[in-house]
């Protein structure tokens, strides 16, 4: 029975040693570049002309 315990316990904590490490965040690198995109924006200035301005958003 003791054996039984001791074998459950050890598979237990295989387990979770292994599972911890998989949750964690895919690293890259420290000098990873930001994913940027051009997003154009309409606006209208004091006369009533049409505007389209170009906006750099990054994430």
Not at 3 to 10: F, Y
Not at 38 to 49: I, L, S, T
């Amino acid at each position: 029975m003791r054996k039984i315990i001791v074998s459950a316990a050890i598979a237990t904590v295989a387990v979770i040693s292994f599972a911890a490490p998989s949750q964690a965040r895919c690293y890259n690198s420290y000098d990873e570049t930001p994913h940027c995109f051009v997003k154009k924006v309409k606006a209208y200035d004091d006369y009533g002309n049409v505007i389209f301005r170009k906006i750099t958003v990054c994430n």
